[in-house]
């Protein structure tokens, strides 16, 4: 059986639905104080890593557990065409 869904929404309809909060305030102040340390120049390069790294470990272990997945669904794939191929006379 395989099933369709397409949904017609904005991310802004879609958190609502989820009830996810509504971050636009803190993103936007984050972005702000950001803004002001670069046009001062005062970043802080092993302070933004720092801020990040949780983020782009997260981001990693996504990729990773994407990878896996379609790794192990290209060798099922391999192996249920080498057991048709098997089954089926030659021409």
């Known amino acids: 059986m395989k099933i369709n869904l397409t949904i017609d ?3 802004e309809e879609v958190r609502r639905a989820l009830g996810l909060p509504v971050m636009n305030d803190v993103h936007q102040a984050v972005m702000d104080q950001m803004s002001d340390q670069v046009k001062k120049g005062t970043v802080d390069p092993e302070k933004v ?3 990040l790294g949780p983020s782009m470990k997260a981001g990693q272990q996504i990729m990773e ?5 379609m790794g192990s669904a290209m060798e099922t794939a391999s192996t249920m065409e ?4 098997k089954k089926s006379p030659s021409e």
């Open 9 to 11: 929404a904005t991310p």
């Open 82 to 85: 080498e057991d048709s191929k």
């Open 49 to 51: 890593m720092e801020m």
């Open 65 to 69: 557990t994407f990878l896996k997945g």
